[in-house]
């Protein structure tokens, strides 16, 4: 529940069956949008450390989303927002009513925050990351898979990142999330070493047996 329209009631300035009544009305049309809401195909693609994958971006998924909610009488921007302890993405949901919902998610970094991040990395980080709250909200799945199989033009000799250590114990926590490494052993591809955070994290290193 919004705390503002909470102090509302406290105040006399607003009712409890008023507010029990937007309430009704937002989760309802949160609710049809969920459902409304169909798979969106992805149409854009991502690689890295031998691995690529298809995903959805976000103006696809803003464009397939809006007239549904719309519909509903909802909106939902999303931005970010620089404070002293990092970014964050921030989605405001609000209701033709005049009810509204704003959800927060800090950035999360591996590295150190006072260290240098290429700009193009950290736009892409936000990018992401305003995908993964709106769809959050929505319920919304992308079709967003992994291939299993390494690219054939980035072999490990190409590839900068390389690690040849076989005891897991030994491996350095991903740099991207800071969550383990593990060995995975796809049925039809080369071994390598994924990220424990995956879905939501998809660091790899190719595996040197």
Known sequence: MNEKFYQLVLNGKMTWEQLQDLLVKFNTAMANCQGEIKSIGENAKGGGANRTWKYADWPTIRDATRPILLKHGLSCPVWHEKREDGIYILAEIKHSSGYEELRECPMVFAAPENEFKPEH????????????????????????????????????????????????????????????????????????????????????????G
């Open 121 to 208: 990395i950290v736009c892409g980080a936000i990018t992401y990351y305003k995908r993964y709250v709106y769809n959050g909200l929505f319920c919304i799945a992308t079709d967003e898979e992994d291939s299993e199989k390494p690219n054939k033009d980035d072999s490990p000799q190409n590839n900068t990142q390389s690690i040849v250590k076989d005891n897991l114990s030994e491996l350095p926590p991903c740099p991207k999330c800071g969550n383990n490494l593990t060995l995975r052993k796809p049925k039809d591809g080369t071994p390598f070493y994924g990220c424990t955070g995956y879905p939501n994290c998809r660091f790899t290193l190719p595996y040197k």
